[in-house]
């Protein structure tokens, strides 16, 4: 069973920075892609940013490229835990939300996903941005 707990968020001023990590562990596909989402109060859930197992691709939403990036501590392609991290910069008040990893099985495809295609969830983290 894929287990995801992430861990970070809190309150920070606008224009400020704050990683976000989702702790990765279960994995038994061959291949498998992990990815960010936030939920705002009122609003649909949003993809963030996402890695693909296959190849190490990252792709970024379109609100946050440039500013948010992805990374991977450990390897994925050895069914060993792994911590994926998010750093936030550039921070906006919009970005206050909670912030969900999710993850499932599968090459996945090029560019960002769906939430329905994402079958494992994180409890999410609370981030606020003050203005």
């Known amino acids: 069973e894929v287990q995801l707990v992430e861990s970070g968020g809190g309150l920070v001023q606008a224009g400020g920075s704050l990683r976000l990590s989702c702790a990765a562990s279960?994995?038994?596909?061959?291949?498998?892609?992990i990815g960010w989402f936030r939920q705002a109060p009122g609003k649909e859930r949003e993809g963030i940013s996402l890695i693909r197992s296959i190849n190490g691709n990252v792709y970024y939403g379109d609100s946050v490229k440039g500013r948010f990036t992805l990374s991977i501590d450990g390897d994925m392609n050895t069914g060993a835990k792994i911590t994926v991290h998010l750093l936030m910069s550039s921070l906006k008040p919009e970005d206050t939300a909670v912030y969900f990893c999710a993850a499932h099985p599968g090459l996945g495809s090029d560019g960002m996903e769906g939430d329905w295609l994402f079958n494992s969830w994180g409890q999410g983290t609370q981030v606020t941005v003050s203005s």
């Open positions: 279960g994995f038994t596909a061959d291949e498998y892609v």
